[in-house]
């Protein structure tokens, strides 16, 4: 998953952006409103967590024009502002969602997590595929009921794949939603970590569940019976 | 709860009662003294005329019959009565209207010559009067030569006073009843007015019964308000001006100090929050900066708000202005340095002032670090300072970026900062509030001046010798 962090204090850049990537997010950081706006429409991401108070362009600002131009990414919006009708403010430009600064960073993971589920229509913490069972909250998988240790990116590409099951996802939907500015992308990374979690999951049960699609991309779906 | 309406109708009512109830009695004060004395003058006419008819004959006493003053005594229902009395105290003669009753002897009326109340025996309400007389002799020819010594008779008449009694009862139950008619006309009438003429007051009380602190926008008409209101609107509206620019000024304040510390904890806990749960990313001197960042923050608010309520102590003493501004310019040398600044001195040798040298170094660091924050590169701070008739005038000159001259009323307000977003840094927009708070309890001002190419002057004047105490700004 890919959030991007609009926000001008450097140290929440710091902390926050860590935390999110802690997490197995790919983060891109954005300074300022201009640079946010030009970032949130140049690229695919699935949460952006948006400071209201920003310099160049304030936040409210930013998200109106992101609605105007048809982008329907979620926003978790973070301000220091705490009145009713502040929020209320917030929620009627077009956010999905509202954080008063000081905020519990495992809230602000919470609820990133869940724009993140909103984003691909799921409620609910656990996907599961054929005898593929995946915990979102406790970022932790099954397969025929075994665990199987994965790596951060190993995890991100199977949570991606399953909540997009049944739909062949591009190599360049991988990256741009599993790597953010600061990764070093090398040609062939997604093929290695989709090797590398295919003889993961293959541990436990041989039947393979992701399916590569010739000059289409990759499918992650439950083998015919 | 008494109101004004309820306090003028219960002393209109009483006060008209009250008058009505002198009123009355005057009225009937008035017409009973009338009647009486009609009456009794009435009386007193037909005692006299028949003081005439009443005569001495060989010592006995006799009243002429034939005279027309003694046949009006004659019938009984002519309601006029006499009796005469001899010297020797018995009764000779009585009117026929008195048949078998009689008068009662006057006693202790002879000496005045005024009428009193009494009853004929048989209980008839009567007035008499009583005449003490020497009647004259029956036979003309002896009044020369009288046969006996004259003969003192008492003459009592009296008359019914039935009729008197009767209209004074009548008129004082017309005068009690027209009283109370009018009392409760009055009873019925006053509210009314009243509720009517004190309508805009009423009006007035319940807009000001409304008012709560998130309506201080309201405002009293005063178009169509009695005279003696709208002076009280007038005044409201204005009070109620000053309330709500005084609410605002504090919600302002709130919100930018609510924003100022926000900020700084959700920094503060977020690292707290990532170092607990990934030691790793632990990260002290950020944690350090935070603090120190609060630290200013809560040290110029509390330092303002001494200054403010006067609690700041000062100490009056030779002050050199021109050491201390190239003291405080030696400490931000490498702050100037990292920003591409030269500083730019033009000081009297020694401008030595009579004040607080704390307060005054606390205003002259203030100022001279809001330029080196705020100056363009590669720029030149210029620090002038003038000594002229015991005045002194300190300017501080600097390039800034993107302030116009709009911003410059500003520029002494508390968390006023250019950037709306209040981004980066550890300024709150504190240090030119508490310069210019300190400046005014030492008797001094602190003014700002932007000229067209951008360079900001800060001048701080005053008088080169003060013995002022530092007082509430």
């Not at chain 1, 140290?11 to 954005?30: E, F, P, T």
């Not at chain 2, 009796?83 to 000779?92: E, F, K, L, R």
């Not at chain 2, 600044?341 to 040298?357: G, K, N, R």
């Not at chain 2, 210029?382 to 993107?402: E, M």
Request: charged letters at 20%; a neutral charge.
């Amino acid at each position: 998953m890919r959030v991007l962090l609009v926000e001008d204090s450097v140290r929440l850049q710091q902390s926050v952006g860590a935390a999110l990537r802690r997490s197995g997010y790919a983060v891109d950081i954005s300074g300022d409103g201009e640079d946010g706006l030009w970032r949130a429409t140049g690229e695919a991401y699935d949460v952006i967590v948006l400071d209201v108070m920003l310099p160049k362009l304030d936040g409210l600002a930013l998200l109106k024009t992101l609605r105007a131009r048809g982008c329907a990414t979620h926003v978790l919006l973070l301000t220091a502002r705490d009145q009713v009708a502040d929020r209320v403010t917030g929620l009627q430009a077009g956010a999905d969602d509202y954080l008063v600064k000081p905020f519990a960073l495992e809230e602000l993971l919470a609820r990133v997590q869940a724009l993140c589920r909103r984003g691909y229509g799921r409620k609910d913490n656990r996907l599961a595929i054929a005898d593929l069972e995946i915990d979102t909250a406790a970022k932790q998988v099954w397969r025929a009921g075994a665990p199987v240790k994965l790596k951060p990116r190993e995890y991100q590409l199977l949570e991606y794949l399953a909540h997009r099951t049944g739909a062949v996802v591009s190599q360049s939907e991988i990256e741009a939603h599993l790597y953010d500015d600061e990764a070093t992308l090398m040609s062939n990374v997604v093929e290695s970590a989709l090797s590398s979690l295919r003889r993961k999951l293959s541990a436990a049960n041989p039947t393979p569940l992701i399916q590569t699609r010739r000059g289409l991309g990759y499918i992650l779906e439950a083998p015919p019976q | 709860m008494t109101t004004i309406r309820q306090q003028l109708t219960r002393r209109l009512l009483l006060g008209m009662g009250s008058l009505l109830l002198v009123g009355a009695a005057v009225v009937y004060g008035t017409t009973r003294t009338a009647l009486t004395r009609q009456f009794d003058e009435t009386l007193r006419a037909q005692a006299t005329a028949l003081a005439s008819a009443v005569e001495e004959d060989n010592g006995r006493i006799v009243v002429d019959s034939a005279d027309d003053i003694v046949r009006e005594f004659n019938r009984p229902e002519g309601g006029t009565f006499f009796q005469v009395w001899g010297t020797n105290g018995a009764v000779d003669v009585v009117s026929p209207s008195l048949r078998d009753r009689r008068l009662p002897w006057p006693a202790s009326h002879l000496a005045s010559s005024g009428c009193w109340n009494t009853t004929l025996t048989g209980g008839l309400a009567i007035r008499a009067i009583a005449l003490k007389f020497q009647p004259h002799p029956a036979d003309e020819a002896n009044v020369a030569h009288p046969a006996s010594a004259p003969v003192e008779t008492i003459l009592v008449v009296a008359a019914d006073r039935r009729h008197l009694n009767q209209s004074l009862t009548t008129l004082a139950v017309i005068l009690a009843g027209s009283s109370l008619l009018v009392l409760m006309l009055t009873g019925g009438l006053v509210p009314l007015l009243l509720r009517r003429e004190l309508a805009p007051l009423e009006a007035l009380a319940g807009q000001a019964q409304r008012i709560t602190a998130e309506s201080l926008a309201t405002r009293f008409a005063t178009d169509g308000l009695p005279g003696e209101l709208t002076p009280i609107s007038t005044r409201l509206n204005d009070l109620l001006q000053r309330l709500q620019a005084a609410f605002a000024r504090e919600r302002q304040f709130s919100d930018d100090l609510a924003h100022e510390l926000r900020t700084p904890i959700a920094e503060l806990r977020s690292l707290a929050e990532l170092a607990r749960k990934w030691p790793e990313e632990r990260n002290d001197d950020q944690v350090l900066a935070i603090a120190l960042q609060m630290e200013s923050i809560v040290t110029r608010l509390l330092a303002l708000a001494r200054v403010s309520q006067g609690s700041a102590t000062t100490e009056v003493q030779p002050v050199n202005l021109t050491g201390l501004v190239e003291a405080v310019a030696r400490q931000l040398d490498e702050r100037r340095a990292n920003g591409r600044l030269s500083f730019q001195f033009e000081l009297p040798p020694a401008l030595t002032i009579q004040s607080d040298p704390t307060l005054v170094r606390a205003i002259v660091t203030n100022l001279l670090d809001n330029a080196v924050e705020y100056s363009a590169p590669d720029t030149t701070v210029k620090i002038v300072g003038t000594f002229h008739n015991h005045a002194f005038q300190l300017h501080f000159t600097n390039t800034v970026r993107q302030l116009d001259a709009a911003d410059v009323p500003h520029l002494f307000e508390r968390f006023w900062r250019k950037d709306a977003a209040r981004t980066g840094g550890d300024h709150a927009g504190l240090g030119l509030p508490l310069a210019r708070a300190l400046a005014t309890s030492l008797g001094c001002t602190l003014t700002a001046a932007l000229n067209e190419t951008s360079q900001l002057t800060l001048t701080f004047s005053g008088p080169t010798e003060t013995n002022r105490t530092a007082g509430p700004i």
